[in-house]
């Protein structure tokens, strides 16, 4: 399965986004799905997962304010971003979980 995450962008803190990653080459609904990010100087980090049946998690920092879902007919998962924080700045990636190979991220950045 190939995944590339799109959406990222400049926002205030406060401010909202929300990303998309699509899917090619593997059914979708098959996987547990999640989000990564990976800040300047940090290891990279699931912060979000989606479970086959739909069940969702999420880091500690990011709950209440992230939500994770997918489209299996499409191919598609979301993360919808709200409430935004400096400390969110990041690379996002999508990826399975347990993660595989890495596709391209989507550049995430939270001004204060």
């Known amino acids: 399965v190939q995944l590339q995450a799109f959406g990222g962008g400049l926002v205030q803190t406060g401010g909202f986004l929300r990303l998309s990653c699509a899917a090619s080459?593997?059914?979708?609904?098959?996987?547990?799905m999640g989000w990564y990010r990976q800040a300047p100087g940090k290891q990279r980090e699931l912060v979000a997962l989606?479970?086959?049946?739909?069940?969702?998690s999420y880091e500690d920092s990011v709950k209440g304010r992230f939500s994770i879902s997918k489209d299996n007919a499409n191919n598609t998962m979301y993360l919808q971003m709200d409430s935004l924080k400096p400390e969110d700045t990041a690379i996002y990636y999508c990826?399975?979980?347990?993660?595989?190979?890495w596709g391209k991220g989507t550049q995430v950045t939270v001004s204060s």
């Open positions: 990826n399975l979980s347990p993660a595989r190979a």
């Open positions: 989606i479970g086959v049946g739909g069940t969702t």
């Open positions: 080459g593997g059914t979708f609904s098959s996987y547990n």
